[in-house]
């Protein structure tokens, strides 16, 4: 009798401590890091609430890893909404004087994010148009998932 329980008290500590693992913001939504704040993701929040309903510790650690990595806030509008012609801004430069260092350093100048634009999830184009900026982009939204954009 003692063995059982002690076994069912084992089992079920196990299942809480990976159901506060799984519930953590940070390892469920990976590609949220580094938001500043929004709106709160009810389910992380609930997860993460249920880590200070059975253990105070880990349920206090997974809100601050959470809300210091952003991954508790929801994501912000789609990229849909971003791509409206209001809100694009031209920057003017010389392609033929230009290497990818230096357009990397345009972009962090006049956005102030920091961009690599040879890493493999970077897809760049060269574009002759606004109008061919907009089909790059529809061709491109399916599998903007994690990747980001460069144009030039």
């Known amino acids: 009798m003692v063995k059982t329980l002690g076994n069912t008290l084992r089992i079920f500590i196990c299942a809480v401590l990976t159901l506060q693992l799984v519930g953590c913001g940070t390892l469920m939504y990976p590609e949220r890091r580094g938001q500043r704040g929004g709106r709160l993701d009810v389910g992380v929040t609930i ?13 206090v650690i997974a809100f601050a890893v959470d809300f210091s990595n952003g991954t508790i806030y929801l994501p912000e509008r789609g990229l849909r909404d971003h791509l409206s012609l209001n809100n694009l801004r031209a920057i003017k430069f010389n392609p033929k004087y230009t290497s990818m260092a230096s357009i990397e350093r345009i972009i962090k100048d006049q956005t102030g994010c920091e961009v690599k634009l040879d890493q493999d999830n970077v897809k760049v184009a060269k574009l002759r148009s606004l109008n061919d900026m907009m089909v790059q982009f529809a061709k491109a939204m399916p599998i903007t998932q994690n990747d980001r954009i460069a144009l030039l």
């Open 47 to 59: 997860l993460d609430g249920i880590g200070l309903l059975f253990f105070i510790i880990p349920g």
